[in-house]
């Protein structure tokens, strides 16, 4: 069965764009399984419903949960995974003695899952998860200028963690908003109006820029790359 793993960051970042309405209609075309694992459903949903100020935003995530659009999965194996890649993962990258804490319990029990399903695509829109799986020595190198340190890197786990990971996709929320667009899915905002002279270069430029200042990682270039494309 095809699937979609989510990590929370590219499910705040929708929904802090009122862009959740989309995974619907994705999801219809996908085919397929949305899925989250129980780690982020408790960070979108059990924590934020203790709080004032994130309460709305997890009451329309329920919603995507049960109008089944997004599963939550769950399996024996998971946990096991997760403590396995925890201890690679966590256990990579030294300053100063002390080993540097990459990912954390949410993010990396998605990843276990997207590793166990052999999922289509792991979506994730944090940077540092995104580099340590596609450019782990990249990773190395923005934390050394961060912390202004060397940066030891654990090679054993460094090799048994990417072995790990070689098939994984990584997508991110502005891929799934172009995703969108090219299936037609913002089609009614597409409609000549007074107010803008160039409809479509206005609806990427402000999907991808509301994306990014809302917790998407995604740089200029490629921002301007997609504006030239579409």
């Known amino acids: 069965m095809k699937s979609l793993v989510f990590d929370t960051s590219t ?8 862009l959740l309405w989309v995974l619907k209609s994705l999801k219809d075309k996908f085919n397929g399984d949305f899925l989250i694992s ?11 419903l203790q709080t004032k100020k994130f309460k ?3 009451l329309n995530i329920i919603s995507l949960i049960n109008d089944n659009y997004l599963k939550i999965y769950s399996s024996k194996e998971i946990s096991e995974k997760r403590e396995y890649l925890d201890n690679l993962l966590n256990h990579m990258f030294k300053a100063k003695d002390e080993y540097i804490t990459i ?9 276990a899952v997207a590793i166990i399903l052999n999922a289509n695509a792991y979506a994730v829109d944090e940077r540092t ?3 340590v799986i596609e450019d782990p020595e990249r990773l190395a190198k923005i934390l050394r200028n961060k912390l202004h ?9 460094l090799n048994l963690f990417m072995k790990e990971v070689s098939n994984v996709k990584i997508i991110r929320s502005t891929e799934l908003a172009l995703i969108a667009y090219e299936d037609g899915i913002f089609k009614n905002l597409l409609k000549p109006n007074k107010y803008s002279s ?5 609806l990427i430029s402000g999907l991808l820029w509301g994306l990014r200042l809302r ?4 740089s200029d270039e490629e921002i301007n790359e997609a504006l030239k494309i579409y």
């Open 38 to 48: 129980n780690g982020v459903k408790e960070e979108l949903i059990d924590h934020p």
């Open 129 to 131: 998860t995104r580099m």
């Open 215 to 218: 917790g998407c990682s995604i």
């Open 11 to 18: 499910i705040i970042s929708l929904s802090t764009n009122d």
């Open 198 to 202: 160039n409809v479509k270069k206005d």
């Open 56 to 58: 709305f935003e997890a």
């Open 149 to 157: 340190t060397t940066i030891n890197i654990n090679k054993d786990n």
């Open 103 to 111: 990912m954390h319990k949410g993010e990396i029990e998605s990843l």
